[in-house]
């Protein structure tokens, strides 16, 4: 949904991003602190107002919030938002509106300040060193002051370079494969995709992304072991993951 920029999508997000820790990370796993700020910033049309929610509310988990303050720097490497509402927005944070909780949205907000040149922010940062908000170690006063000796233009030129702060993209969405445990039935080592290589340079975007989408079980798919079926399998048998302890817990 993230990849078709499903902004009817949103709403669901947040209410998931608003669970309570051991739920959401039962639910998504890794995503939460992989790519969860993609998401975010790829479904919410701009609307960044649910987003703000959840970065404030100090009873949510705190790497979720901060997946939701990072994609604020995604939506202003997309042009949905500016840099100016971002030099407004951080300076609210560190003025009151995010409560001294001591989690890692305090320790990621002087990060995020540099990444989009701290010019207009240096007093809050140092400020919020000064009063214990967050660690001066941390709140890496000599990155900040390095990206003050830059241009703006040439420090939101590398953030636009950093593939970290962007939509999700086909790629993204090809990696499902090791979380679905694989989109072929085949034994053949080679028919992981439905499709061949030509097949996928021939059809673009959406088109393909149906294509192999279409390809997956129409059964509920059980949460995959983090070792993907073609990787060596863990009990060192030196045979794919697939080929050994896989199958027999499947048989199991």
Known sequence: MAYFREKKAYAGIIKLA????????????????????NIFASVCDGNIEPIKEIIENSSLDEYVRTEALESLLIL??????????????????????????????????PRCCSLIHPAGLKDDIEKAVADGKVMEILAD????????????????????????????SEDDVYLLEDWVGGFSTEEDD???YPFDEDDKNEMEGEEFLRNILSGLPSVPVRRASSVGRNDPCPCGSGKKYKKCCLGKEEND
Not at 19 to 24: R, Y
Not at 145 to 160: A, P
């Open 141 to 168: 006063l000599d990155f900040m002051n390095r990206q003050l000796q830059r241009s703006i233009d040439e420090v939101l030129d590398e953030l636009k370079e950093d593939g970290d702060y962007s939509f999700i």
């Open 76 to 109: 202003l490497n997309h042009d949905v938002i500016f840099r100016e509402q971002l030099v407004f927005y951080f300076k609210q944070l560190f003025n009151g509106k995010l409560e001294v909780d001591y989690s890692y949205v305090w320790e990621i907000l």
């Open 190 to 192: 080679d028919d992981d």
């Open 18 to 37: 608003s669970l309570p820790d051991e739920q959401i990370y039962d639910l998504l796993g890794d995503t939460v602190t992989e790519d969860l700020k």
